[in-house]
């Protein structure tokens, strides 16, 4: 039992390695599409897609059925109970992709677009197909086979974009480039998971084990929270028309790109990690000080790139017809990395099974936003932009405030290693500024100065992790990777002890 913490650590740590592979490499794919598409395609037609898949988040909520986080966390699992988790996702996917198909024309009315009634009708079958990977995914994750989920998902991220959504863009197909794009990404993806973890497929007419639908059911509903706080805002920007919409779900991609590609590889390992340390809560206390630390040191520092040099950043990548998203950039900026935190919060309140704590500062929160945002949408985009960031706060601070007591944690250590974090982050984003300033004097266009201030500031923040993470990460994160060291980079390591020298201190502020 003594050597269990290692042994889940060396599979969180590979979990990880892969997560993040997959999820970088899928997000400078994305990113690098997303610019050729946004280019070619203009605001409108990723408008009418964001009304489809708005539709298809919500309901494929209770397609999962919570179950898929049920799976993962239930100490014994039988074949019997895989049946019938199956055969309730896929009965329900598919009646949910009738009723979408046939309320399509409801639909497009309410978000003020009759014309996208096709689209939403062809989107909904992404539902019922989604439906039949979800077991698979969740045996994967439960055997913590992330390598396996990760290079199923950039196959057919890849052979959507690349192979259907780019050459039908290219020949004038509009809107549904993206539609096209999205179901085959959508039935490649499936069927790659179902290859990696086979199941019976035969169909078993019973409800699962009753901890796995009462486990689900809380999910559910914390799931519904978070598809409100995911899409309201973009509902709101819905009623200043499709071409708003667009900017504004452009802006909200590409914000929410860099933070789900730091989370995404870790709340998949937290979840299935904490589960099976749950008993163990100054290892948990621990673990969840060095995630604060480190998540909010990378995405501090990215995100105040962003928010200091806004117009450089959208006019670089999309051009000049997307110069609306600019003043949104401030507000996304300052709320992402708090949103950060939050998300991993989640898996370890999960993994300890106590989802019912991540459900009610959703929830309150969650009808706060929809008041905010509503309101907010009566003066412009900006508006709705600022008020994400007010309820984005106040959603860190109600999960906090839970998660703090349960692993007795002290608001007072978490404010400090903000700060100091928001201090670095701070004085990366003014170095940021004053290299797009020089560039500026040397009149390079948008992209060219965008490529060389991204290429400094990934070798500056390269740099600073290595000689002095105690000063992006903390002294938290510091002692929680030396006490993992053997999963390390052995040179990395080196470099850990010696910012825990005293000596070290002496020239650095120890955090």
């Not at 539609?179 to 019976?200: E, F």
């Amino acid at each position: 039992m003594a050597s269990q913490p290692n042994n889940i650590a060396a599979s969180a740590v590979s979990g990880i390695r892969w997560n993040y592979i997959g999820g970088i490499s899928a997000s400078i794919c994305s990113v690098a599409i997303g610019i050729v598409l946004a280019r070619i395609l203009g605001p409108r037609p990723f408008g009418q897609v964001i009304i489809a898949s708005t539709v298809y988040g919500f309901l494929n909520l209770f397609v999962d059925g919570g179950f898929s986080q049920a799976l993962i966390q239930k100490r014994d699992l039988s074949p019997e109970e895989i049946r019938k988790t199956f055969t309730c996702q896929v009965g329900i996917g598919v009646c949910t992709t009738a009723i979408v198909f046939l309320a399509a024309p409801w639909i497009a009315r309410q978000f003020r677009d009759p014309s996208a009634v096709a689209v939403v009708q062809a989107m909904s079958l992404m539902i019922a197909i989604q439906s039949m990977g979800l077991v698979s995914a969740a045996l994967l994750r439960r055997g913590m086979r992330f390598k396996v989920i990760q290079y199923a998902a950039l196959t057919s991220y890849l052979f959507g974009y690349l192979i259907i959504g780019i050459p039908l863009a290219l020949h004038g197909a509009g809107v549904w480039s993206l539609v096209l794009a999205y179901l085959a990404q959508c039935l490649l993806n499936s069927a790659l998971l179902y290859c990696a973890a086979r199941h019976s497929i035969v169909p078993w007419f019973a409800f699962p084990d009753r901890s796995i639908t009462t486990f689900g059911g809380t999910i559910i509903a914390n799931n519904l929270v978070n598809w409100g706080h995911s899409n309201l805002d973009n509902i709101a920007a819905s009623r200043l028309g499709p071409a708003a919409l667009g900017l504004y779900g452009r802006g909200c991609n590409f914000a929410y790109q860099p933070v789900n590609t730091v989370v995404n590889g870790l709340q998949s390992v937290l979840l299935s990690s904490t589960a099976k340390v749950q008993d163990n809560r100054r290892l948990m206390r621990d673990l969840t000080l060095a995630v604060i630390g480190i998540v909010f040191g990378i995405l501090g520092a990215a995100y105040a790139t962003f928010a200091m040099n806004s117009a450089t950043t959208i006019v670089g990548l999309y051009g000049d017809k997307w110069v609306g998203v600019i003043p949104l950039m401030i507000p996304f900026a300052i709320a992402m990395p708090f949103y950060g935190i939050h998300c991993l919060l989640g898996p370890i309140l999960c993994g300890l099974g106590r989802p019912e704590l991540e459900f009610w500062p959703q929830a309150v929160s969650c009808a706060l936003a929809a008041v905010a945002y509503f309101t907010a949408a009566r003066f412009s985009l900006v508006s709705i932009a600022w008020a994400l960031l007010f309820i984005m706060l106040l959603r860190f601070g109600m999960i906090a405030a839970f998660t703090f007591r349960l692993l007795k944690i002290s608001w007072l250590d978490v404010s400090i290693l903000l700060l100091k974090r928001t201090g670095f982050s701070a004085a990366f984003g003014a170095f940021s500024w004053c290299t797009d300033r020089l560039l500026q004097a040397f009149h390079l266009n948008a992209g060219l100065r965008l490529s060389i201030l991204v290429a400094v500031c990934i070798v500056l923040l390269g740099s600073a992790i290595w000689s002095a993470s105690n000063i992006v990460f903390g002294r938290h994160a510091v002692r929680f990777l030396l006490g993992y060291a053997t999963h390390l980079p052995q040179a990395y390591v080196r470099r850990l002890r010696l910012q825990e020298d005293p000596r070290f201190s002496k020239a650095f502020t120890r955090t």
